[in-house]
């Protein structure tokens, strides 16, 4: 059998290699107009989620208030008219998405039930707070029901409803700065006891020479740093929920729409930033 040689062999595979062409740009490659982005992803991920709509619509909901104020304050009537128009289907929706809402919250009480609680009283604050939901969310739901004419109830039957609903969260509102000020006690409780550890372990090493490992102390600062701005951002959200409680569980309130939306505005801005992180 005559040898092949290798001239022979690198020539026959240039004869068979497949010939590589460049894909023709389309026209229908819509696709090509747009980069990868994180912000993308991260933004499809948090609109797929009940909380991310919510708080999206939450934000909408409480600045269109400002925007109405704006718009009647230049006489602009129709505009400020189209501004509640578009408003108006929101906090609706918004309302059915609550629909859900004893779910989570009986999951809640089965954690609070069933969990070791930092402090006695943070349990008692749980606890009640969980009584006031039981409340609110059904009588928030029949409230809608007969606003709209689902259920028969007399317009007076469903405003009382609405009130007792409000009242209802506006006692979970206060209670919560009760809660936050016993979450900030302990917080105040544990960071004292890693520093005077850090500096327990600073003398010890003086005296023996030897270097300190203050990783698992720079990981539990690390923690109660998350854990400092969690309460001062769910105070933040609780200060702009508290005015808005109130006014909706008085029978006659002056508190401005402008105030609604001011308040609720700061509302619905931190609890954005807080789904969007968890997101």
Known sequence: MATTSKQEVDSNEEVHKPVIRKEQPSILALGKL????KTLDHTVRFLSQVRGTDKTLMVVQYFSKI??????KRGRESTAQRVRN??????DFRILLRYYGLLPLIQWMQYV???PSPSKLLLLIDRVQNICNLVYYPLEHIYWLGAHEVIPISMEKT???????CRFWAAYVVLQFAHLAEEYRLYKKRLQSIKAQIKVADLKAKETGEPVDKTEYKTELAALKAEKKGIVINTIINTGYLPLTVHWSLEKSSFPDVGVGIFGGVAALAQFY??????
Request: proline share 6%.
């Open 274 to 279: 807080v789904t969007w992180k968890s997101s």
């Open 113 to 115: 039930d069933n969990t």
């Open 86 to 91: 578009f408003a108006g289907p929101i906090s």
């Open 67 to 72: 925007f109405v104020w704006y718009f009647l």
């Open 34 to 37: 747009f980069p990868q982005s």
């Open 159 to 165: 405003n009382r409803i609405a009130i007792w609903s």
